[in-house]
């Protein structure tokens, strides 16, 4: 069979076929068949949160299980992540224009010493696309960054993120200061990356662990 007759024309598959291989094209990290498929779906009568939530998130939701599992790998996920960013570049102002719901805010950032990000921009950008308002703060945040971020941005959750040994210890830093202004049960804390174990010992609250393969 030749490659022509391999090639799938999004336009001509049903609303349920065209879902699915927006999953299968998030998988492959091709961008620009998202953005068409997006387009499609759009133009189809299709409301931009159900695109986001039916199309993309639940497309990514399985990218996370197979990097879960050890079948993807960073670069994988990357190429994903990036297909996905064409698709939110197009439903963004639509989401905001159409007073689509949002689940709450975030703070997130890379602590003090340490300038890995690539876990930090795959959370952020997931966390956007799960319906989050999301503040990223960027690399070698001191703990006055991110108490800081969190009073202006009204943030619910804070992010934190380390990739090495030798800045991990420093999201305990950030905790027991927020503790100590009596703010700690004020916010959920998810801390990721691939130093992180250890971490909730000696802490109560609301905190969730991320694991990153070498990531950030």
Not at 71 to 99: D, S, Y
């Amino acid at each position: 069979m030749s490659d022509e007759e391999d090639d799938i024309i999004l336009a001509e598959l049903s609303d349920d076929e065209l879902t699915l291989q927006m999953h299968d094209d998030l998988y492959d990290g091709l961008k620009e068949e998202i953005i068409e498929a997006v387009n499609i779906l759009l133009g189809r009568g299709w409301t931009p949160y159900d695109v986001l939530t039916k199309a993309l998130v639940e497309g990514m939701r399985i990218v996370g299980i197979d990097f879960r599992d050890g079948i993807l790998f960073v670069p994988e996920v990357l190429l994903a992540a990036n297909a996905m960013k064409g698709g939110m570049f197009i439903l963004k102002p639509l989401l905001a224009e159409t007073g689509a719901p949002r689940l709450g805010r975030m703070v997130i950032g890379t602590v003090k010493g340490d300038i890995h990000d690539i876990g930090k921009n795959l959370v952020t950008m997931m966390m956007e696309g799960a319906g989050f308002e999301v503040k990223d703060l960027g690399i070698n945040n001191p703990v006055e960054s991110y108490l800081e971020a969190l009073v202006e941005e009204e943030a619910d959750i804070l992010g934190m993120s380390a990739l090495l040994t030798t800045t991990m210890p420093y999201m305990k830093v950030v905790i027991d200061t927020m503790v100590e202004n009596g703010i700690r049960d004020d916010y959920v804390i998810m801390v990721g990356g691939a130093a992180e174990r250890g971490i909730r010992q000696g802490h109560r609250g609301r905190c969730l662990l991320s694991r990153c393969r070498r990531g950030g």
